[in-house]
């Protein structure tokens, strides 16, 4: 499946306070998320206070040590809406 993606506000102004090191990780790590946010490289997992929350199932994907992205999938569009440590996970 081809996905287009879309990153909250909320994400990009997390994305900003993350260290330049997890920023260029993060980057590199969206090459394999564009072409597949369900590679297994990723390790992408369901969370399931996320998808309490957003009414909807969320997902996470390993970028780094406990860094974070986490994202839900409507229809050809998946919606990034975070990214840090497991902190992400409380809501």
């Known amino acids: 499946m081809k996905y287009r993606f879309k ?15 997890q920023q260029t990780s993060a980057k590199a790590t969206s090459k394999i998320f564009k072409a597949n946010p369900f590679d297994p490289r990723l390790r992408s997992h369901k969370i399931n206070s996320l998808s309490s929350y957003y009414g909807k199932t969320v997902y996470a994907v390993v970028i780094e040590g406990d860094l974070r992205a ?18 992400i996970y409380r809501v």
């Open 70 to 87: 986490a994202f839900y999938v409507e229809g050809d569009v998946t919606f990034t809406v975070d990214i840090g440590s497991h902190a």
């Open 7 to 21: 990153a909250s506000r909320g994400f990009w102004k997390s994305f900003l306070k993350l260290s330049e090191q």
